[in-house]
DNA sequence: GTCTATAGATTGATAGAC
DNA sequence: GTCTATCAATCTATAGAC
């Protein structure tokens, strides 16, 4: 078989077991027999498990993120060019859209979404340093972004609030990409089958709405 | 030493390194070491693991929840007195805060409160199924009478929609138990010391707008 | 109730044949 | 590149002396 045939089943298979047990209860041993290769290719390939971990991460979190803060930055581009004019200062939910709109497209696009998708959101709630880290050093550009822009958009709106309410929304969207796939918590009753596109547009009304929220 | 006094130990000890690595990654090991009893004393106090980690859970979980349901059932029975009169309904405010208080109240009178408070967030994320029921089962309840209040306040926003906001604030609350006393994401600026108070009240200002956003 | 000692299973990593 | 075999470390749980 191909290195790069081999690697990418282990990946896959990594990506489907991380997200339905979690990193810190799958075992290269569990890997590799759901990738159905030997137990010895995992170091061959990556050479430890935390490289592996890596990998599995950053395939599919680097271009979503560089989607995300290039939207953003088009954003800010246009409201440099008058800084006084009103009608170019971003909008919230412009904003809101510009980190929830490449999301969408990569669920919409790529058919282990639901398998990255959970892991995402555990990951950011992850207790080990680690694998935080790796997730919030991808992050941390977006969210900086974010909250300059949404400072333009609330100005009256002081920045550490600003920040708080970001955090907010981090924290329901992190929710959300945890529930994908999975039962909901209330009432037994599975809310799904509602489509990702669904669900995006109810998060950006609430998170549009507590945003702008009066003080 | 008394039997209470090992199991307190061994409890303490297991909640603050639950909270500072997680619940997989802290070995009965780990435990013992730090509570300063013998490995097997474990075994003779609890039983098995899981056991141990139920109790750690329960122990904090129960009264906050006991307390939170008062609350809301409070709530619900004023409201219950006049159905079609407007000014007996809850409030959206007053809901969640019947959710928040117990928090604030645990928060503010256990010294413990922190690390509780970051194994609250993660347990509701954890991707290990076990967990994540323990958490559930003694929160559900909770979250479906609260479903049900916000119906009532917000008569013009469908269930379905009632519980797709009613997952944001989830999402967004549990983010800030994980947030309390951790880094923050943004710009490196650790963002507390902001009072346990202060963020309720953002995170109260935030949800209460987004729970009436409009369709 | 507390302790030592250890069983029995599983883990990540690697050496070396092919 | 793939495989078998194995090492060294770690884990939970428990038996049995005190």
């Known amino acids: ?20 047990q979690g990193f810190h209860n799958t075992s290269l041993r569990d890997i590799t027999r759901e990738a159905r290769v030997n137990i010895a290719s995992v170091n061959y390939h990556f050479g430890t498990r935390e490289a592996l971990v890596r990998e599995v991460v950053l395939r599919r979190l680097v271009p979503v993120n560089r989607d995300r803060l290039r ?26 859209v510009a980190f929830l709109e490449p999301s969408i497209k990569f669920i919409s696009t790529e058919p282990a ?8 959101g555990q990951g950011m709630a992850d207790p080990d340093e680690n694998i935080r880290k ?12 974010m909250a300059e822009l949404l400072s333009m958009a609330l100005p ?31 009432s ?14 109810e998060l950006l009304n609430f998170c ?6 009066p003080l």
């Open 1 to 20: 078989m191909s290195a790069e045939e081999t690697k990418k089943r282990i990946l896959d298979a990594a990506e489907r077991l991380f997200a339905s």
């Open 71 to 96: 939207l953003l930055e088009s954003l800010r581009h246009a409201a440099s060019r008058g800084p006084d004019d009103i009608s170019s200062r971003p909008t919230v939910r412009e904003i809101l």
């Open 113 to 120: 979404a639901n398998d990255f998708v959970r892991i995402m």
């Open 134 to 145: 790796l997730f919030m050093e991808q992050v941390r550009p977006v969210f900086n972004t």
């Open 156 to 186: 009256s709106i002081p920045r550490p609030v600003i920040h708080m309410r970001l955090h907010c929304f981090i924290g329901a969207f992190a929710h959300w990409m945890r529930l994908m796939g999975s039962d909901s918590l209330l």
């Open 188 to 201: 037994g009753t599975n809310m799904f089958p509602n489509s990702p596109e669904e669900v995006m547009k």
């Open 208 to 213: 549009e709405a507590g945003m702008e929220a």
